[in-house]
């Protein structure tokens, strides 16, 4: 079973700062199948990225992902207000079908 | 624009049963792969179970903590998810989120379901 590590458990930076949060997974996942959600106080997680690097619809370019394997990265360039969030990373497997998600990295304002 | 409504959780007694529904709009329902989520209060996100559109054959699966007491189904005519949950317990208290598409890419504003005496 894939096990999903996200890194750190929380990130404290300031609006205007460049945010770098890691999901690192205990075994190689497709690249296709790697999503990133953000998920605000009292709302629903929002897909932010899927296919470890293609934006979801609406998602403003500062939210960029990379990584292959089992080491994927969500970047945020410039974090403005409305970025400090929780952030889960997400992963879908074919045998068995299941969907695993990562503990979550806090991203908090300093 | 997608809609989800997610409704029927409250609090049941350990043991017991619920039955959570998700009203859907917005998108063509009948083609869609629906799955549920679940966050345990201040905790992190854990799938549920998901059900294929009919054309790809209609299947579920389930995560392994709830195979066996909960049933994903769907009435595409009504434009409906369901989630049945039976011998419920405590550590099944959650918001149950339903979620649309293969990517889960919208999400409803969930449910809370309390197991408790």
């Known amino acids: 079973e894939i096990v999903l590590t996200q890194s750190p458990g929380t990130l404290s930076l300031s609006p205007g700062e460049r945010a770098t949060l890691s999901c690192r997974a205990s075994?190689?996942?497709?690249?296709?199948?790697l999503a990133w959600y953000q998920q605000k106080p009292g709302q629903a997680p929002r897909l932010l990225i899927y296919?470890?690097?293609t934006r979801a619809t609406g998602i403003p370019d500062r939210f960029s992902g990379s990584g292959s394997g089992t080491d994927f990265t969500l970047t945020i360039s410039r974090l403005e207000p409305e970025d400090f969030a929780v952030y889960y990373c997400?992963?879908?497997?074919?045998?068995?079908?299941?969907?695993?998600f990562g503990q979550g990295t806090k991203l908090e304002i300093k | 624009e997608v809609q989800l409504v997610e409704s029927g959780g409250g609090l049941v007694n350990p043991g017991g049963s619920l039955r959570l529904s998700c009203a859907a709009s917005?998108?063509?329902?009948?083609?869609?792969?629906m799955t549920w989520v679940r966050q345990a209060p201040g905790k992190g996100l854990e799938w549920v179970g998901r059900?294929?559109?009919?054309?790809?054959?209609?299947?579920?699966d389930y995560a392994a903590l709830v195979k066996a007491r909960f049933t994903v189904s769907r009435d595409d005519s009504k434009n409906t998810l369901y989630l049945q949950m039976n011998s419920l317990k405590t550590e099944d208290t959650a918001v149950y989120y339903c979620?649309?598409?293969?990517?889960?890419?919208?999400w409803g504003q969930g449910t809370l379901v309390t197991v408790s005496s």
């Open positions: 997400q992963q879908y497997g074919t045998s068995p079908p299941k969907y695993t």
């Open positions: 296919g470890a690097s």
């Open positions: 917005g998108f063509t329902f009948n083609n869609a792969w």
């Open positions: 979620t649309t598409g293969a990517i889960l890419d919208f």
């Open positions: 059900i294929k559109s009919k054309a790809d054959g209609g299947t579920t």
């Open positions: 075994q190689s996942v497709s690249s296709s199948y």
